[in-house]
């Protein structure tokens, strides 16, 4: 059984070997041990944390197999981002140009560096190892962060985010960085990345054109991955766009990829859930359907799929199950059904 729950500093060796294969694109989390044990402090900080509004929490994740204790993937929220440093995107919008009298008339996409997501929450720091893979891995991973944004709504902010990461080769080139910020910057993409994911985005950005820029002046192959994901996190973003998350022209300054986002309220798998009681019995015999589970507690959070047989009131849990997740007959349980 995979079960999710809050990251502890004893993980910091699995978390480690996830950065360090997770390859280039996973800005938030670089291969550097002292840089990983940090975000796993500031963690547990915000997980003890009396919090009545979003602010500087990240509440990070791990996916574990509870018969082996083995870890093999992770996953995020920041509670509000910008606070300290701007939170930059580009914007594709339009610029027109027009003349009746020489008959012209011109549409051209053009990128505007945006600070436009100052205080949302977002998600981050989504990777699964191979060999964890199938089964619903994928989902759960994904979907527990809802489940917890449910249950401490207001340690969040009212509109939740998420960067996809952009298309870039097995190199680790980017087309979009090759087109746009190698001009400003002679380095690489994935070092650039690298500084990035060390908390230098704020510092790169400002060395970026702060003037529109046309995208027809980019090269052909930097316009075709605007708005594109990776093809490995093609799963998570029709994962995002299942619950109601939407591209809304927002980019990456560096690989181009999408953002996408969506009200907290208004996410699927926040808007259907529900609290139920607990009882302690035998798994569905068949006739249930899947369901994304979870405890209510903060810092002992857990939540796991299953298939279930809700009633209106309470459900019936399997022992198993129950210990998994740290219930007991009688104590609230949240579903919400896939």
């Known amino acids: 059984m995979k079960v999710i729950r809050p990251i502890r500093s004893s993980d910091i060796d699995a978390l480690l070997r996830m950065a360090q294969t997770a390859g280039a694109g996973f800005t938030s989390l670089p291969p550097v041990r ?5 975000k796993i402090e500031l963690s547990e900080q915000s997980f003890a ?30 509670a509000a981002c910008g606070l300290d440093e701007p939170f930059y995107n580009y914007h594709v919008g339009l610029t027109v140009h027009a003349s009746h009298e020489m008959q ?40 527990c962060r809802f489940a917890f944004m449910a249950q401490f709504s207001r340690r969040f902010a009212a509109k939740i985010i998420a960067e996809m990461r952009g ?18 910057f002679s380095i690489d993409y994935d070092r650039a990345e690298h500084i990035v994911g060390m908390g230098n985005k704020a510092f790169i950005a400002e060395l970026m054109p702060k003037h529109p820029i046309y995208t027809l002046l980019l090269s052909p192959e930097a316009q075709a991955v605007m708005g594109k994901v990776h093809p490995q996190t093609a799963p998570a973003l029709h994962l995002l766009e299942q619950e ?14 999408p953002t996408v986002e969506a009200p907290l309220a208004d996410i699927r798998s926040v808007r259907r859930s529900r609290e139920l009681t607990v009882r302690i019995g035998r798994a569905a015999a068949g006739g249930g359907g899947t369901y994304l589970v979870s405890n209510t507690k903060l810092a ?16 019936e849990l399997d022992a198993d199950l129950a210990a998994a997740l740290n219930l007991q007959a009688g104590d609230p349980v949240r579903l919400a059904a896939l």
């Not at 002292?34 to 940090?38: F, T």
């Not at 298309?167 to 400003?184: A, C, I, M, Q």
């Not at 109601?244 to 990829?257: M, P, T």
């Not at 002992?300 to 459900?315: I, K, W």
């Open 34 to 38: 002292e840089y990983l044990h940090k």
């Open 49 to 78: 944390a009396d919090v009545t509004e979003a602010g500087h929490q990240r509440y990070m994740f791990v996916l574990e197999d509870i018969a082996t204790g083995r870890v093999g993937g992770c996953c995020a929220v920041e």
């Open 104 to 143: 012209v008339y011109s549409r051209t996409p053009t990128l505007y560096l945006s600070n436009d997501y100052t205080g949302a929450s977002v998600l981050v720091s989504l990777y699964l190892a191979p060999d964890f893979r199938g089964g619903g891995a994928g989902r759960l991973l994904s979907k």
């Open 167 to 184: 298309v870039s080769d097995d190199n680790g080139r980017s087309p979009f960085w090759e087109g746009l910020g190698r001009h400003f």
């Open 244 to 257: 109601g998350f939407r591209y809304q022209g927002y980019i990456d300054i560096f690989d181009g990829g």
């Open 300 to 315: 002992g959070f857990r939540c796991a799929l299953a298939e279930l047989s809700p009633g209106p009131d309470s459900v």
